[in-house]
């Protein structure tokens, strides 16, 4: 049977005699620029109908799809557009599927060419609105979720939109310098004492500074950038992961992922015109710092203590060029978190330390011994012949702990984003005699299912896994197939739900040696299988449900696989042949119930249940006030909560882990590992999950 990547070759290399004997030519020089985006839709549409796990039907339902999240991105906050634009473009809600059999831009031109004139009549507005001091007196609000926002009836209309943004992000800057003054002078610090009128001024100064540069910025991006968003659009109706990458964004895509640049760690993705992050590389900066998720939406950058640069409406690869920097170096990102709020957040740039992205374990002493391996992700290493896999790592870290006399295991999957399938299934061989661990479905139909064909059992012993909300791919398919053979206790917070396998396919590899003179073309990513449980469901959309569910502060918002537009759905096949572990021994019932009384008696899970539904109640309250003495309050409000859940991990009990000898020998005294060891032990010894993880082991497990 052929393979994908040589199928959709094939098909382009079909597509491309279509194209150069079809009833338009190609070649003129003087029609390159055309020549090539037809070619390219072509391209692109012919290898997502005959390559995507589930193909479109291209119709007008598909155009109203796309269209809709055109519209979106193309003024995701409102800020430009006209209600007459939108009425405007809106007639080509329906012919998106017909200009794309016609290799046609029609829509594409005529919204560019509309929103780069009302972005040039735009920067008007920020220069005479910040020209006056705002009166914070005022008793008004404004929405901030964009979605909630209607498009301006008027040029009148657009302009009070934008006093009340720009007022909003001066009265955000000047409640914190006013907070910074207060605190400096309450610790005795020598500063200069402004009045509220100069720190008004202040704030107006910098914001405009901000805004020449974001027009600066907008005045660069050119049409072929914009094109990229008007295809993306039409592959995202496929699913949340298709999507088409520019030469540049490829480029930038690969040098995320593999980390060979100096910088903070982080996969970036461009949605609905926002910077989002994608996922977080394990060892990272990112990572070790800890307060950057997937899901947040990055707003500013600043260069260490210097002023922050807007990056709302950047393009993307500006943007990364501004995060990236030398190692040692800081950066401050200020983010807006799914529940609404901000937060600015210090990371000091470093090369990827590959030793987090391993494989980790230590011992908690208690009553008994019980171990714990912590795993970023599921990484394997293809290029060089001894490479280090995550699964016969885990196996090593199994086999030091056992010898150590650990009376139970505690696998650490939260933020885990997946990675190697293989070594997932192998993993799973390391806890069951040998059977089915995930069922692999292809566009075609077939369900191929993967074996742990191991029959030894490395370890027999209590086990618990930890998810969280973070746990996806690679770490669903493990957590789900321990829970369906009931061979160990999850716990924590439902998956992310991600079941879909993604691939690259590269144009210019894919297109003939006719098109030489256009490319290069950038690269294609399709979804192009589905996982399933052994049991027969997917972890699609549902994810993984633990067993004990624990609150979690983001358990309670709007997260995960389910939240993003046009995701495959769950569904259901027959479920593999396989048997429970050792005739089923585990008393979920009693475990859960055992489980539910200690959480209702610990006083940290119930203020993190209180704190998730205050982020919750905040996420869904997107009204923020615009007079200043009621947003201090509301802000010092959400400070006092935020305090309160400090406080109350004080008094959580310290847990008594350590290293292994044979670890500790290792990190000798390089003093970079010895730092990064002490943050490890550190940020465990004081972890309520892995205490009750530990619970579970002690008192229901044996």
């Keep these: 049977?052929?393979?994908?990547?040589?199928?959709?070759?094939?098909?382009?290399?079909?597509?491309?005699?279509?194209?150069?004997?079809?009833?338009?030519?190609?070649?003129?020089?003087?029609?390159?620029?055309?020549?090539?985006?037809e070619i390219l839709i072509k391209a692109l549409m012919q290898g997502l109908n005959q390559g995507h796990y589930r193909p479109e039907k291209i119709d007008d339902s598909f155009s109203?799809?796309?269209?809709?999240?055109?519209?979106?991105?193309?003024?995701?906050?409102?800020?430009?557009?006209?209600?007459?634009?939108?009425?405007?473009?809106?007639?080509?809600?329906?012919?998106?599927?017909?200009?794309?059999?016609?290799?046609?831009?029609?829509?594409?031109?005529?919204?560019?060419?509309l929103i780069e004139q009302r972005v040039k009549e735009s920067e008007a507005y920020y220069k005479e609105i910040l020209a006056q001091p705002f009166d914070f007196n005022t008793d008004e609000s404004i929405e901030l979720e964009s979605k909630k926002l209607k498009y301006a009836k008027d040029k009148a209309g657009l302009k009070e939109e934008w006093r009340k943004q720009l007022k909003y992000q001066a009265l955000v800057r000047l409640a914190d310098m006013q907070k910074d003054q207060e605190q400096a002078i309450a610790k005795g610090e020598k500063v200069e004492k402004k009045t509220f009128e100069q720190m008004e001024k202040e704030a107006r100064e910098k914001l405009t500074k901000n805004y020449k540069d974001l027009y600066d910025r907008l005045s660069k991006i050119n049409k072929e950038d914009r094109r990229a968003v008007y295809i993306n659009a039409i592959a995202n109706v496929y699913d949340p992961h298709t999507g088409y990458f520019p030469p540049k964004a490829k480029s930038d895509f690969d040098i995320n992922f593999s980390g060979r640049l100096e910088g903070i760690g982080a996969s970036l993705l461009e949605v609905d015109g926002q910077i989002k992050v994608n996922e977080i590389v394990p060892g990272s900066p990112s990572y070790l710092q800890g307060d950057l998720k997937p899901g947040d939406v990055i707003q500013k950058v600043a260069q260490g203590k210097e002023e922050p640069v807007i990056v709302m409406g950047m393009r993307i690869d500006d943007a990364i060029q501004l995060i990236r920097g030398k190692k040692g170096t800081e950066v401050r990102l200020t983010v807006k978190k799914p529940d609404g709020s901000n937060k600015v957040i210090p990371i000091v740039r470093d090369v990827i330390i590959f030793e987090e992205t391993y494989a980790q374990s230590a011992i908690i002493d208690a009553k008994e011994k019980i171990g714990y391996i912590k795993l970023p992700g599921f990484y394997a290493d293809f290029e060089r012949n001894g490479g280090r896999n995550s699964g016969a790592d885990v196996k090593k870290e199994v086999e030091k702990l056992k010898a150590a006399g650990m009376q139970g295991l505690i696998l650490d999957l939260r933020n885990n984003g997946g990675g190697s399938l293989g070594d997932a299934v192998e993993m799973a061989g390391l806890f069951i005699d040998k059977g089915p661990v995930v069922q692999v479905k292809t566009a075609s139909g077939k369900a191929i299912v993967l074996d742990d064909r191991d029959p030894k059992v490395q370890?027999?012993?209590?086990?618990?896994?930890?998810?969280?909300?973070?746990?996806?791919?690679?770490?669903?398919?493990?957590?789900?197939?321990?829970?369906?053979?009931?061979?160990?206790?999850?716990?924590?917070?439902?998956?992310?739900?991600?079941?879909?396998?993604?691939?690259?396919?590269?144009?210019?590899?894919?297109?003939?040696?006719?098109?030489?003179?256009?490319?290069?073309?950038?690269?294609?990513?399709?979804?192009?299988?589905?996982?399933?449980?052994?049991?027969?469901?997917?972890?699609?959309?549902?994810?993984?449900?633990?067993?004990?569910?624990?609150?979690?502060?983001?358990?309670?918002?709007?997260?995960?696989?389910?939240?993003?537009?046009?995701?495959?759905?769950?569904?259901?096949?027959?479920?593999?042949?396989?048997?429970?572990?050792?005739?089923?021994?585990?008393?979920?019932?009693?475990i859960q119930a055992n489980s539910k009384n200690r959480i209702a008696q610990n006083k940290s899970f119930s203020l993190i249940k209180e704190s998730g539904e205050r982020l919750k109640k905040q996420s869904e309250n997107t009204v923020r006030s615009l007079q200043f003495a009621k947003y201090v309050a509301e802000e010092k409000k959400a400070e006092a909560e935020s305090k309160r859940y400090e406080e109350a991990q004080k008094e959580v009990p310290v847990l008594n882990v350590s290293r292994l000898p044979q670890d500790l020998k290792a990190i000798g005294t390089d003093t970079a590992q010895v730092a990064r060891n002490k943050e490890f032990l550190k940020s465990l010894r004081k972890d309520i999950y892995i205490e009750e993880a530990m619970a579970v082991i002690q008192s229901d497990l044996k």
Excluded: H
Excluded at 21 to 28: D, E, K, V
């Design 459 to 590: 370890y027999d012993g209590p086990l618990t896994i930890l998810v969280n909300a973070n746990s996806a791919s690679a770490s669903e398919i493990l957590a789900a197939a321990m829970q369906d053979y009931k061979r160990a206790v999850i716990i924590g917070s439902p998956t992310y739900g991600k079941g879909t396998v993604q691939q690259f396919f590269e144009l210019d590899e894919a297109l003939p040696a006719q098109f030489n003179a256009y490319k290069p073309f950038g690269a294609l990513k399709l979804t192009t299988q589905k996982f399933y449980r052994i049991n027969g469901g997917t972890t699609q959309l549902r994810g993984v449900t633990p067993d004990i569910i624990l609150p979690d502060m983001y358990s309670y918002m709007e997260f995960g696989e389910k939240e993003q537009e046009y995701p495959l759905p769950f569904d259901e096949i027959a479920p593999a042949n396989y048997k429970t572990w050792m005739n089923n021994r585990l008393n979920v019932a009693k």
């Design 64 to 113: 109203k799809k796309a269209f809709g999240l055109y519209l979106d991105r193309l003024d995701y906050n409102k800020k430009f557009l006209l209600e007459s634009d939108v009425a405007q473009l809106r007639k080509y809600e329906t012919a998106i599927d017909d200009q794309l059999r016609e290799g046609s831009y029609e829509l594409f031109d005529v919204s560019a060419a």
């Design 1 to 37: 049977m052929l393979s994908l990547t040589t199928r959709i070759k094939i098909i382009l290399s079909v597509l491309a005699v279509v194209l150069l004997t079809g009833s338009f030519i190609l070649y003129r020089a003087s029609d390159v620029p055309e020549g090539k985006n």
